[in-house]
């Protein structure tokens, strides 16, 4: 007896098709995983080196060969007095704009507006770049108290104390463009006998005063690190210990660092345009004093974080180091006031 051939089953092949399919899909979906993967983790690492880059401090400038540059002079005896002053705070606020990344304490998108330490450095940069301008204008370019003050310098320094985080219109940027513009007319004037710079022994003392409370302060800030700020508090009579922040630790760290990094460039053109005062008076010591121990303050630093060690242990603390720096330069500042003032 012969067995009649079974007929072959019809769902073979379509169960094949249908698992080939899932495989070819599954493949697929693998490959645009490890596709959005890799395209995430190279925006990581450029953002971080971006970051990076962005987060360097900016070199130290040379404000008097800047000055010869500017007003196209030989010999910086040439140069008119108050041409390098000006200057030394034109290239602050230029520096604050044009440095890598630009200015980052109003920026709104990534990687600047997850920037921190720079920031911090830009407004004490700013903080120093408005003391000068101040000085300038209501003490250093009048003739004395009553005078009618210069109308360059009455535009620029408003300018400079627009906010820093202003990021709509008008942007922190445009502002202190418009400071850099005004401030570059006085210079020019100044080229042209047109404008007044009266480097005076009072009008220095006038910023010096202005420069000894800012040290004073900032280096109280950087102490409280490790709490050794004390106040006294009038109504229970007793010392209270105040500490910074774990968080806001490198904030004020680098906006010292900011801070002392403009004033040396000021204080280099202190040190030009009121060379008879200080001669006159043996002040130059005291003041190339003051300098030296603010760029002393400018160390690289070698750790990635800013270290908060305590007492002789492990770990430095940065910040107590930085405080050294300042409050020696605030007492070389207090003695160089008190020069001027005996007269």
Same mark, same amino acid.
Not at 128 to 144: E, P, V, Y
Not at 165 to 176: D, T
């Given at each position: 007896?012969? &067995?009649?051939?079974? %007929?072959?089953?019809?769902?073979? %092949?379509? +169960?094949?098709?249908?698992?080939?399919?899932?495989?070819?899909?599954?493949?697929?979906?693998?490959?645009?995983?490890?596709?959005?993967?890799?395209?995430?983790?190279?925006?990581?690492?450029?953002?971080?080196?971006?970051?990076?880059?962005?987060?360097?401090? *900016?070199?130290?400038?040379? &404000?008097?060969?800047?000055?010869?540059?500017?007003?196209?002079?030989?010999?910086?005896?040439?140069?008119?007095?108050?041409?390098?002053?000006?200057?030394?705070?034109?290239?602050? /606020?230029?520096?604050?704009?044009?440095?890598?990344?630009?200015?980052? +304490?109003?920026?709104?998108?990534?990687?600047?507006?997850?920037?921190?330490?720079?920031?911090?450095?830009?407004?004490?940069?700013?903080?120093?770049?408005?003391?000068?301008?101040?000085?300038? $204008?209501?003490?250093?370019?009048? /003739?004395?108290?009553?005078?009618?003050?210069?109308?360059?310098?009455?535009?620029?320094?408003?300018?400079?104390?627009?906010?820093?985080?202003?990021?709509?219109?008008?942007?922190? @940027?445009?502002?202190?463009?418009?400071?850099?513009?005004?401030?570059?007319?006085?210079? @020019?004037?100044? &080229?042209?006998?047109?404008?007044? !710079?009266?480097?005076?022994?009072?009008?220095?003392?006038?910023?010096?005063?202005?420069?000894?409370?800012?040290?004073?302060?900032?280096?109280? $800030?950087?102490?409280?690190?490790?709490?050794?700020?004390?106040?006294?508090?009038?109504?229970?009579?007793?010392?209270?210990?105040?500490?910074?922040?774990?968080?806001?630790?490198?904030?004020?760290? !680098?906006?010292? $660092?900011?801070?002392?990094?403009?004033?040396?460039?000021?204080?280099?053109? &202190?040190?030009?345009? !009121?060379?008879?005062?200080?001669?006159?008076?043996?002040?130059?010591?005291?003041?190339?004093?003051?300098?030296?121990?603010?760029?002393?303050?400018?160390? *690289?630093?070698?750790? %990635?974080?800013?270290?908060?060690?305590?007492?002789?242990?492990?770990?430095?603390?940065?910040?107590?180091?930085?405080?050294?720096?300042?409050?020696?330069?605030?007492?070389?500042?207090?003695?160089? $006031?008190?020069?001027?003032?005996?007269?």
């Amino acid at each position: 007896m012969s &067995v009649p051939n079974k %007929p072959p089953l019809k769902d073979a %092949p379509k +169960s094949s098709g249908l698992l080939s399919s899932i495989d070819s899909f599954s493949l697929k979906e693998r490959g645009g995983l490890w596709l959005g993967g890799a395209i995430a983790t190279a925006l990581i690492i450029l953002f971080v080196a971006i970051s990076e880059y962005w987060s360097r401090e *900016p070199p130290r400038l040379d &404000v008097l060969e800047t000055a010869v540059e500017e007003a196209k002079v030989q010999d910086p005896k040439e140069l008119p007095l108050g041409y390098t002053y000006a200057t030394a705070l034109i290239d602050i /606020a230029q520096t604050l704009l044009h440095k890598p990344g630009g200015f980052l +304490s109003n920026d709104m998108f990534p990687p600047g507006v997850f920037q921190d330490n720079i920031p911090s450095w830009e407004y004490g940069a700013l903080t120093a770049l408005r003391d000068g301008t101040s000085a300038l $204008r209501n003490h250093i370019a009048r /003739a004395q108290s009553q005078s009618k003050e210069d109308a360059d310098l009455g535009k620029a320094e408003p300018f400079f104390y627009f906010d820093h985080r202003s990021w709509q219109l008008p942007s922190s @940027e445009s502002e202190y463009d418009k400071g850099i513009e005004a401030m570059e007319h006085y210079r @020019e004037r100044l &080229v042209g006998r047109d404008a007044q !710079f009266y480097s005076r022994a009072d009008n220095l003392r006038q910023y010096l005063e202005i420069l000894e409370k800012r040290l004073g302060s900032l280096s109280n $800030r950087l102490s409280a690190s490790a709490g050794d700020s004390r106040q006294m508090s009038t109504e229970e009579n007793r010392a209270i210990v105040t500490r910074t922040s774990w968080i806001n630790i490198d904030d004020v760290f !680098f906006e010292a $660092r900011g801070y002392c990094w403009a004033t040396i460039h000021i204080l280099r053109a &202190v040190e030009f345009d !009121f060379r008879d005062i200080l001669g006159n008076k043996t002040a130059l010591v005291s003041l190339q004093s003051i300098i030296h121990e603010l760029e002393d303050g400018q160390a *690289p630093y070698l750790s %990635p974080v800013i270290l908060n060690g305590g007492g002789f242990g492990l770990f430095a603390n940065y910040s107590l180091t930085l405080a050294n720096y300042i409050a020696r330069a605030n007492a070389a500042t207090i003695d160089l $006031r008190n020069l001027l003032q005996q007269g």
